[in-house]
C-alpha cells in the first residue's frame, strides 16, 4: 500500500523536481573498492526491439532472492525490470576468470538457450545508470557435419567487462564475450557449464557530462548525418517556396474578389461565388459536441507536443533516460485535461448555451477511450507471451487513480471556466434560417479528393524526419536533436494552415458551405499518410511476429490519432480564421 501511495503522489513530486532525474555528479561518485550499482534489465530477439523479457526467463545463473529494483511509473510502462545479479564490480578493481556460479543446464534449459541463439537474443543490463549491451551466444553457419545436420548452435559462458572511468567516475562500460569460451548447445543433452567473467578499468579523458554521447555516436554515422541536414534542408525549402506561392495566389485573388464584390457591376459580381454563402457560411456545425470534443482533444494533445519539445531543450529528455518519456507523457497528459474542458467547452458555449457538459465529455474520452482499448488488447497479448511490456495490475490501479482523482476534476474545472467565459458567436453575418443548396461538385473538390491533396503535400516535406522518427522508435537509432524535429512540426503546421485556408477558399467558391467537419479531415489526413508510411516501414524491417507485430501497429495507430486530432484542429482554427476575415473584410466593403 505504501509503494501505491507513493507512485500516486509521484506526478506531482515529479514536476516539483523533474531535474533529479538527470545524472546528477554527486550521486555518481566512487572511492576504490566502493560497490558500483549494477542491475540486470531484460533480453530480447535483436530484430524485434520492442519485444523483450525479463533477465531470468532465460537459465542464467540466479542469486538467491531475486530482488527488483523500485522503478518509477515510466520504467514500468517502458518495460524496464531491474533486478540484482550475482556479478560483482567494485570500483577500480580488476578482476580475472571469477566464477560466477556452476550451473546444470538440462535438455529444457538447453532447448531455451538455443532458441534465444536462433533468434539472436541480445542481454542488457544497467551499471551506475549507463546501458549496455551483450549477445547470449552465437551461431557457426559453416560447420557442417559430414552426416548433414544443420548448424551448431554456441553459448557464450565467459564475459569480460571494460569499464572506462575519469576520475571517482565512471564514464563508459562494454560486455565483451569471448567467442573462443562457448559451450556447444546443439544437441538436447544435459550439460554443466561454469559461467565466468573478467572486469578491467583503464582510465579517459571523457568527461562525465558526455558519457551518454557515445549513445548517439554510435546510432548516427557521418555520411548519414550530412545526408539527413541536406533532405531535411531541401524539404524547408520546398515548403518556403510552396507556402510563398500560394499566398501570393491567394492575396492576389482576393484582392480581386473583393474589388468586384465593391464594384457593383453585375457581370463581375457574378463571378464572386463565395460572397453569395454569407448566410450560411457561420451556420452551427452539425454533431455540434463531437466536433468541440475534437478541438479539445486536438489542444490539449497540441499542447503535450510543445511541452514535450520543452523538455527535450532543457535537457530533461535524453537517450536513455530510463522511463523519463513516458512518466512526462502521463504527467502532463493529466494535467492538460484543462486545457481539453476549457477548449471543449468555451467552443461550444459560443453557440449552444446549453449541453457543454456533453461535449467535455467527448472530450476526454475521444482519444483516451480508443488508446485505452487498444491498450488493453496490446497488454492482454504481452501476457498471453509473458513479456516485459505487460503492465503490472497494481500500475494500472495507479493510473486510474491517477485519472480519476487528478485529471477528471481538472477537465471538469476546465469546462467551468470555458463555460463561465463563453462569449457569444460573432459571425461577420447573419444566418439565415434556410440553408443555401450545395451544387453538384466534381469528384476532386470532394472531401477525399482534397484529404488526398491536404495529406500529400504536408507528408512530403516531413518524409524524411518521420524516417527518423520510426528508427528511433522501432529501431537501434537514436534522434538526439529535438531541434530538428520541432522544426519539422512548425513546417508541419504551417503547411497545414496554409493548405487549409486554400482548400476552404477552393471550396467556397463553387458555393459549398459545409466546411466545419471537412477542415478537420483535411488537416487530419497527414496523419492517415504517416499511418500509410508506417505499413511501408514495417515491411521494409525485419520485425516479425505476432507480439512485435501487435505493438508497432497498435502505438503506430495511437501515435497517428493523435496527429490526426492534432492536425484537424489546428486546420479547423486556421479556416475559421480566414472565413472570418474575408466574410469581415466584404461587410467593410
Not at 468541440?292 to 537517450?319: D, S
Not at 507523457?329 to 453557440?351: D, E, K, N, P, R
Not at 443555401?436 to 461538385?441: K, V
Amino acid at each position: 500500500m505504501g509503494r501505491m501511495i507513493s507512485q500516486l503522489v509521484l506526478p506531482f513530486h515529479l514536476l516539483l523536481m523533474l531535474g533529479v532525474s538527470l545524472a546528477s555528479l554527486n550521486d555518481h561518485r566512487y572511492n576504490i573498492g566502493d560497490e558500483v550499482p549494477l542491475f540486470v534489465n531484460k533480453v530480447g530477439p535483436l530484430n524485434n526491439p520492442s519485444e523483450t523479457y525479463q533477465y531470468y526467463d532465460l537459465p542464467f545463473c540466479q542469486p538467491g532472492e531475486l530482488l527488483l529494483e523500485k522503478e518509477s511509473l515510466g520504467e514500468v510502462l517502458n518495460g524496464d525490470r531491474l533486478t540484482n545479479t550475482l556479478y560483482q564490480l567494485k570500483f577500480g578493481v580488476e578482476k580475472d576468470g571469477v566464477v560466477l556460479c556452476h550451473k546444470k543446464l538440462d535438455q529444457n534449459d538447453v532447448s531455451k538457450f538455443r532458441a534465444a541463439i536462433i533468434k539472436d537474443y541480445y542481454y542488457q543490463m544497467y551499471f551506475d545508470d549507463l546501458p549496455f549491451w551483450g549477445f547470449v551466444g552465437k551461431i557457426e553457419d559453416e560447420l557442417w557435419t559430414l552426416n548433414g545436420k544443420g548448424p551448431k548452435y554456441f553459448l557464450f559462458k565467459h564475459v569480460q567487462f571494460d569499464v572506462l572511468y575519469n576520475g571517482n567516475q565512471v564514464i563508459e562500460i562494454h560486455a565483451l564475450s569471448d567467442p573462443s569460451n562457448v559451450v556447444d548447445i546443439t544437441e538436447d543433452i544435459d550439460l554443466n557449464v561454469t559461467f565466468t567473467y573478467n572486469v578491467r578499468w583503464n582510465e579517459t579523458s571523457i568527461p562525465f557530462k558526455n558519457r551518454m554521447a557515445r549513445y548517439s555516436r554510435a546510432s548516427a554515422k557521418p555520411v548519414n548525418h550530412q545526408v539527413h541536414w541536406f533532405s531535411i534542408i531541401n524539404s524547408i525549402v520546398i515548403s518556403v517556396l510552396l507556402m510563398t506561392f500560394f499566398a501570393v495566389s491567394m492575396m492576389q485573388r482576393l484582392k480581386n474578389d473583393l474589388r468586384k464584390w465593391s464594384s457593383g457591376d453585375e457581370e463581375e459580381d457574378k463571378e464572386v461565388g463565395w460572397k453569395y454563402l454569407h448566410g450560411d457560411v457561420f451556420r452551427c456545425p452539425p454533431n455540434m459536441p463531437l466536433l468541440c470534443a475534437v478541438i479539445g482533444a486536438g489542444t490539449q494533445l497540441l499542447t503535450l507536443f510543445c511541452c514535450l519539445f520543452i523538455l527535450a531543450f532543457l535537457g530533461v529528455l535524453y537517450p536513455y533516460n530510463r522511463g523519463t518519456l513516458l512518466t512526462s507523457l502521463v504527467i502532463i497528459y493529466t494535467l492538460t485535461s484543462a486545457v481539453a474542458g476549457y477548449s471543449s467547452a468555451s467552443f461550444y458555449s459560443q453557440f449552444i448555451e446549453t449541453g457543454w457538459e456533453r461535449s467535455v465529455t467527448f472530450s476526454a474520452v475521444l482519444f483516451l477511450g480508443p488508446f485505452l482499448l487498444m491498450q488493453f488488447f496490446l497488454n492482454s497479448v504481452a501476457v498471453s507471451f509473458g513479456a516485459t511490456l505487460a503492465i503490472p495490475f497494481g500500475t494500472i490501479l495507479v493510473i486510474i487513480l491517477v485519472y480519476t482523482l487528478i485529471a477528471i476534476p481538472l477537465l471538469a474545472l476546465g469546462g467551468i471556466i470555458g463555460y463561465r467565459r463563453r462569449s457569444e458567436f460573432q459571425a461577420p453575418s447573419a444566418t439565415k434560417k434556410c440553408a443555401r443548396e450545395i451544387p453538384s461538385l466534381a469528384w476532386y473538390r470532394k472531401t477525399p479528393g482534397q484529404m488526398f491533396l491536404a495529406g500529400l503535400l504536408p507528408f512530403s516535406a516531413i518524409v524524411v524526419e518521420l524516417h527518423q522518427l520510426y528508427s528511433t522508435l522501432w529501431g537501434y537509432k537514436i534522434s538526439t536533436l529535438p531541434g530538428i524535429l520541432f522544426f519539422m512540426f512548425i513546417i508541419l503546421i504551417l503547411l497545414t494552415v496554409t493548405l487549409s485556408i486554400g482548400l476552404t477558399y477552393i471550396q467556397l467558391t463553387v458555393e459549398d458551405h459545409e466546411w466545419w467537419w471537412r477542415s478537420i479531415f483535411r488537416g487530419g489526413s497527414t496523419a492517415v499518410f504517416m499511418f500509410a508510411y508506417s505499413i511501408y516501414f514495417y515491411c521494409k524491417s525485419n520485425m516479425s511476429g505476432v507480439l512485435q507485430t501487435t505493438i508497432f501497429f497498435v502505438y503506430n495507430t495511437c501515435i497517428c490519432y493523435a496527429f490526426f486530432l492534432t492536425l484537424g484542429t489546428i486546420s479547423l482554427r486556421a479556416s475559421l480564421m480566414f472565413t472570418r476575415h474575408i466574410y469581415h473584410a466584404v461587410k467593410s466593403e
